[in-house]
């Protein structure tokens, strides 16, 4: 994200001028999601913030379906409520 404001302090560095709110986001994208946060000055005035994190792949024992999959309840004949499916096995 970039943007054509004021800019950066002369000398800015994420490490010696991060408000709290920067703290907290670097620690999250960094810490937290193993990504990177970079802070920078724009070509021709404002300021640049970009953040890079890891795709990873989720694995997902077989037979069990993948997040955000929603066909997989409906297509192993489970109920979406689970109070519906209770009532449907005793009634």
């Avoid at 037979?63 to 519906?84: C, F, I, Y």
Wanted: hydrophobic share 35%; glycine share 16%.
């Amino acid at each position: 994200m970039e943007d054509n404001g004021t800019g950066l302090p002369e000398g800015f560095s994420l490490d010696a001028h991060a408000s709290l709110g920067l703290q907290i986001v670097r620690t999250l994208v960094e810490s937290e999601l193993g990504g990177q946060l970079t802070v920078g000055p724009r070509s021709g005035g404002g300021t640049s913030v970009r953040v890079s994190l890891p795709v990873k792949a989720i694995a997902v024992p077989s037979g069990q379906p993948k997040p955000g999959d929603t066909d997989s309840a409906r297509d192993s004949g489970a109920s979406e409520n689970p109070a519906a499916a209770g009532k449907a096995a005793t009634g």
